[in-house]
């Protein structure tokens, strides 16, 4: 059973920076794709990045571009999340994600359904 497990929300003024984690377990994630999403009150759950655990090639909404990064420690089993200059807009519950179809090319994963496995997300609020 894989979980996944976020942390590092909280409240931060625009500007500051912020690492989310996604400690995850129940199998090695070779082949897999793990990604964040996150959610607005009244949005939809968007795309913000993900990884592939093979290989590390990695993808980003244009909306985060060269002020997020997503990486991943293969021993701990982790994925992060560091944002920088982060804008009121950012304000959302952010969601780790495992895909088990770690064969597609990027688009594939900007999509809730290409998903098999979520945490309970964590809460990350921008001040301005």
């Known amino acids: 059973q894989v979980q996944l497990v976020e942390s590092g929300g909280g409240l931060v003024q625009a500007g500051g920076s912020l690492r989310l984690s996604c400690a995850a377990s129940g199998r090695t994630f070779g082949g897999y794709v793990l990604g964040w999403f996150r959610q607005a009150p009244g949005q939809e759950r968007e795309f913000v990045s993900a990884i592939k655990w093979s290989g590390g090639s990695t993808y980003y909404a244009d909306s985060v571009k060269g002020r997020f990064t997503i990486s991943r420690d293969n021993a701990k089993n982790t994925v992060y999340l560091q944002m920088h200059s982060l804008k009121p807009e950012d304000t959302a519950v952010y969601y780790c994600?495992?895909?088990?179809?770690?064969?597609?090319?990027?688009?594939?994963?900007?999509?809730?359904?290409?998903?098999?496995?979520w945490g309970q997300g964590t809460q990350v609020t921008v001040s301005s």
């Open positions: 994600a495992a895909s088990a179809r770690g064969y597609y090319s990027g688009s594939y994963y900007y999509t809730r359904t290409s998903y098999d496995y």
